[in-house]
Antibody, heavy 123, light 111 residues
Framework: QVQLRESGPRLVRPSQTLSITCVVS??????????WNWIRQSSSRGLEWLGR?????????DNHPSVRSRVTMNGDASQNQFTLQVTSVTEGDTAVYFC?????????????WGPGIRVTVSS | DVVLTQSPVSLAVTLGQAASISCRAS???????????LSWFQQRAGQSPRRLIY???IRDSGVPDRFSGSASGSDFTLRISRVEADDVAVYYC????????FGGGTRVDIK
């Protein structure tokens, strides 16, 4: 059974970079046909899909247009994990961040989620 | 973006009674591969979302058959046939046909 767990700093200063790692067990991040997704949840914006990374001979990313210019996602097969970076954060980036596995033909069927990590952006 | 509009925002149900949650999509969710990628998730307080149903009506493993999903065009419904105390949660519809977007959620409480 796949398990995902997010880790990273809980407090980030405005204008800095938020960085979160999702460690995966019970599955392999480089497995073809599976995507690795980032979602965040805040009281102001609800649940918001940020994007995904996946491996198909190379690592690919698909990021949501609303954050594309500030978001980077990477996969690391050697550590069986994937990461999210959000640059130039503001208080609007305060949220609970979740990682999730995506399956199915489109890779958008989010079948397993991590417990989430609450990140606050504040000076 | 595909917009998913859920209703009601909240509902209180008597134990053992049925509950229905609606989700309306701003456009067709039929993918070019012929499937409709509409899922339902349950999020209990302090937990991450848990998928209950995918592709409109397929229950995930371990999900009680009290939960069922249906569709009529771009209108989707989650039905809980006999609400139990354990069902208190926020329920979300999620589409995966065009990237991923979430409905606003419906809070289910016990009356």
């Amino acid at each position: 059974q796949v398990q995902l767990r997010e880790s990273g700093p809980r407090l980030v200063r405005p204008s800095q970079t938020l960085s979160i790692t999702c460690v995966v067990s019970g599955d392999t991040v480089s497995r073809k046909g599976v995507t690795w997704n980032w979602i965040r949840q805040s009281s102001s914006r609800g649940l918001e899909w940020l994007g995904r990374t996946y491996f198909n001979s190379y690592w690919y990313n698909d990021n949501h247009p609303s954050v594309r210019s500030r978001v980077t996602m990477n996969g690391d097969a050697s550590q069986n994990q994937f990461t999210l970076q959000v640059t130039s954060v503001t208080e609007g980036d305060t949220a609970v961040y979740f990682c999730a596995r995506g399956g199915g033909k489109t890779g958008t069927e989010l079948d397993s989620w991590g417990p989430g990590i609450r990140v606050t952006v504040s000076s | 973006d595909v917009v998913l509009t859920q209703s009601p925002v909240s509902l209180a149900v008597t134990l053992g009674q049925a509950a229905s949650i609606s989700c309306r999509a701003s456009q067709s969710l039929v993918h070019r591969d012929g499937n409709t990628y509409l899922s339902w998730f349950q999020q209990r307080a302090g937990q991450s979302p848990r998928r209950l149903i995918y592709q409109i009506s397929i229950r995930d493993s371990g999900v009680p058959d009290r939960f069922s999903g249906s569709a009529s065009g771009s209108d989707f419904t989650l039905r809980i046939s006999r609400v139990e105390a354990d069902d208190v949660a926020v329920y979300y519809c999620v589409q995966g046909t065009e990237w991923v977007t979430f409905g606003g959620g419906t809070r289910v409480d016990i009356k």
